[in-house]
């Protein structure tokens, strides 16, 4: 049920961030904000070395 989605953590991940292999290899740590819903997507951040 997509209407449970959120709520069950079961959602399409459709928001990505694309990097080369020398930028891959800097990610440090990934997340995925959910402490307020801004709208049906949760906003992904990614923490580089450098």
């Known amino acids: 049920n997509r209407g449970q989605a ?3 953590d079961v959602g399409w ?3 990505y961030q694309i990097a ?3 930028i891959a290899q800097r ?3 990934a997340s995925i904000y ?3 819903r801004f ?3 949760a906003p992904l951040t990614i923490d ?3």
Do not use: M, N, V
Request: aromatic share 10%; charged share 30%.
């Open 6 to 8: 959120w709520a069950k």
């Open 34 to 36: 959910k402490a307020e």
């Open 39 to 41: 709208s049906d997507h």
């Open 20 to 22: 080369t292999p020398g």
């Open 27 to 29: 990610a440090q740590s």
């Open 13 to 15: 991940r459709i928001d």
């Open 48 to 50: 580089y070395l450098g």
